[in-house]
C-alpha cells in the first residue's frame, strides 16, 4: 500500500459551483496527514454521490493507503458509488481478517442495477458473511430477472440473513403472500418451512424458467399467484435487458 503526499488547498476556477467549490474540498482532505479527516471526506463523497471519474479516480489511489482503515472506508465508498472494480480488493480484505466486513457488506446494498448481477452472485461464494448479505440483499433488490437462479442457491447458504434475502427476493418476484414470505422475525420462528417451499418451488420450475430465458410466465401461477402480479411480472419480463441509466440514488 501506499502513502498519500498532503494536499494542499485546491484551486477553483473564480466561477465554479459551490458544489464544485465543496468537492475539491473534500478531495484535498484526502491527502491529510490526520486520517480521521481524510476518513471523514472520503465518506462524506460517498454520501453526497459524489461519483464522477475525477472522485472514482482519487478514491482508488486512496484504496491502496497503507491505514488500512482509510483503504477500507475508500473501497466502501467507491461500492457505494457504484464503482464495481473495488469489489475483488473489498473482497480479498475481509477474506484476510479486517474488521471492515460490515461497512463493506453494507456498501454492497447500493449495487442493485442489473450489471452487477455476476460480480453480486460471485460474491455469494464469499468466505464472508458480511459480503454474502450485502450480495444477497443487492440481488433481492435488483430487477433483473437473472437474479432468480442466485436466490435459489443462496437459500442454502448457512447464515440465516442471507436465506432470508433469498426468501424475499424470490417472493418478489413469485409470490409475495404470507407463507411465501415474511418479516424477518417472523422468519427465524419458522426458517425451514420458507425454505423448504421455495426449494420445492424452484426444483419443479427450475427447466420452465430457465428455458424462458429467466421470463415469468405459466409456472408462477401453479404457486397461485394474483392476476395483477402475474401480468405486472410479465411485462417486467417484456422490458429491455440493457442495463438502466447510471443512477443508484
Known amino acids: 500500500m501506499v502513502a498519500l503526499a498532503p494536499t494542499r488547498p485546491p484551486d477553483v476556477a473564480e466561477d465554479a459551483s459551490e458544489s464544485e467549490r465543496l468537492q475539491a474540498e473534500l478531495l484535498a482532505a484526502f491527502g491529510s496527514n490526520d486520517a480521521g479527516i481524510a476518513c471523514r471526506a472520503v465518506r462524506s463523497v460517498a454520501a453526497l454521490g459524489m461519483a464522477d471519474a475525477q472522485v472514482i479516480a482519487a478514491l482508488t489511489r486512496v484504496s491502496e493507503h497503507h491505514d488500512v482503515a482509510l483503504a477500507a472506508s475508500a473501497l466502501a465508498a467507491r461500492i457505494e458509488l457504484g464503482d464495481a472494480e473495488a469489489i475483488p480488493a473489498a473482497r480479498a480484505l475481509v477474506e484476510s481478517g479486517y474488521y471492515a466486513e460490515n461497512v463493506l457488506g453494507l456498501a454492497l446494498r447500493n449495487l442493485t442495477r442489473p450489471e452487477y ?45 442471507v436465506q432470508y434475502h433469498a426468501v424475499m427476493g424470490m417472493a418478489k418476484r413469485i409470490r409475495l403472500e404470507p407463507g411465501w414470505a415474511a418479516a424477518y422475525e417472523v422468519f427465524l420462528k419458522d426458517p425451514d418451512t420458507y425454505l423448504q417451499r421455495w426449494r420445492e418451488w424452484w426444483a419443479e420450475n427450475r427447466s420452465a424458467f430457465e428455458q424462458r430465458g429467466g421470463a415469468p410466465g405459466r409456472q408462477r401461477r401453479r404457486v397461485g399467484q394474483s392476476r ?15 442495463a438502466d441509466a447510471r443512477n443508484n440514488g
Open 117 to 161: 448481477v455476476e460480480v453480486l452472485t460471485q460474491l455469494l461464494g464469499s468466505r464472508s458473511a458480511a459480503l454474502r448479505r450485502g450480495a444477497a440483499y443487492a440481488l433481492r433488490e435488483n430487477e433483473a430477472q437473472e437474479v432468480v437462479p442466485a436466490l435459489a442457491a443462496a437459500l442454502d447458504d448457512e447464515d440465516r440473513e
Open 228 to 242: 395483477p402480479l402475474a401480468r405486472a411480472g410479465q411485462r417486467l419480463a417484456r422490458l429491455p435487458g440493457r
